[in-house]
């Protein structure tokens, strides 16, 4: 199971982290203030680390409870995040709104410092933790705490490195696809992800 989960999390972190918005903002605002590619790379550095932060902190919270639960209900632990998986996945297909707005630049910047402007993304990476991961985490909790942090290192560092890839090809100018597709379909996305994981958990056990 745990070589599901981090199939599934490497999966999801890149999704996740490929939205513009988690990067996009960083490059525009790198370009605007005359920012070297070194600078803006580093500040997505920075602003992908607390974004995954907030994610692992709540995660190991989580995964406590899957602990928890994997002590008390040894036999039912699979089958039970197996249904959680599923279930999740079931409601991110049932919030999915295509037409839903999206901010990618922080409104406020013109004009501060450079230290505030990487304050104020870094503070706002960190109040959006990937809620989407959460399940994974207390899948990984029934597993126990090498799993949880297993999945905490793997997808900390596919977070990371995506946003500071992406980041680089945008501040290059090669960043030109259609990723707005992609951040209006992250909730079918993010659906499919936990379904087919909570299928394969259910029946393949690795």
Same mark, same amino acid.
């Given at each position: 199971m745990l070589f599901n989960l981090l199939i599934g999390s490497i999966l999801l972190g890149a999704v996740h982290a490929a939205i513009p918005?988690?990067?996009?903002?960083v490059a525009l605002i790198g370009r605007s203030e005359s920012w070297s590619l070194r600078e803006t790379l580093?500040?997505?550095?920075?602003?992908?680390f607390f974004h995954t932060l907030s994610t692992v902190v709540l995660g190991v919270l989580i995964g406590a409870i899957g602990v928890e639960l994997s002590e008390r209900l040894e036999d039912q632990t699979r089958w039970i995040? @197996?249904?959680?998986l599923i279930f999740m996945g079931l409601v991110y297909f049932a919030v999915h709104n295509p037409h839903s707005a999206h901010e990618h630049v922080p409104k406020g910047l013109s004009g501060r410092s450079k230290g505030a402007i990487i304050g104020t993304l870094a503070l706002a990476m960190l109040l959006s933790p990937c809620l989407e991961i959460e399940t994974f985490f207390f899948t990984a909790g029934t597993l126990g705490w090498a799993a949880v942090a297993t999945l @905490?290192?793997?997808y900390t560092v596919?977070?990371?490195?995506?946003?500071?890839g992406l980041t680089a090809l945008s501040f290059r100018g090669l960043a030109q696809l259609h990723w707005h597709w992609l951040e209006h379909h992250e909730k079918q996305i993010t659906g499919g992800i936990l379904i087919a994981l909570g299928i394969l958990n259910f029946f393949i056990e690795l």
């Open positions: 918005n988690h990067w996009l903002p580093g500040v997505a550095a920075l602003s992908g995040a @197996s249904l959680l @905490s290192i793997a596919v977070t990371i490195g995506c946003m500071v």
